[in-house]
């Protein structure tokens, strides 16, 4: 079953630091785009960074400087590096990819940053 798998959320107090990976099973993450949404609670579901199949990368402003993302094709593995968290970080965190014309999504990991 293709699928894409979160991980590496949890609790963590404001200043500190947080990696998330979206690992891929039957997909091959290096012939897309993969990119990181957050949602958090009561609000729309946001873009927060893309990692372009050649490496490049993008963010949204309110992460810029704080987060990383990057790819390591050989563990068919994306990671975003989070760091400086504050507590308006808080919200689920979704990978998600194209591949073969379809459209994935992971189940999304927590992230919950404290005061």
């Known amino acids: 079953q293709a699928q894409l798998v979160e991980s590496g959320g949890g609790l963590v107090q404001a200043g500190g630091s947080l990696r998330l990976s979206c690992a891929a099973s039957r997909i091959i993450l290096s012939t897309n785009g993969v990119a990181w949404h957050r949602q958090a609670p009561g609000k729309q579901r946001e873009w927060v960074a893309t990692?372009?199949?050649?490496?490049?990368?993008n963010y949204a402003a309110s992460v810029m400087s704080r987060f990383r993302v990057w790819r390591d094709n050989e563990e068919n593995t994306v990671y975003l590096q989070m760091t400086s968290l504050q507590p308006q970080d808080t919200a689920v965190y979704y990978c998600?990819?194209?591949?073969?014309?379809?459209?994935?999504w992971g189940q999304g990991t927590q992230v919950t940053v404290s005061s």
């Open positions: 990692v372009a199949s050649g490496g490049a990368t």
């Open positions: 998600t990819t194209s591949f073969r014309g379809r459209a994935y």
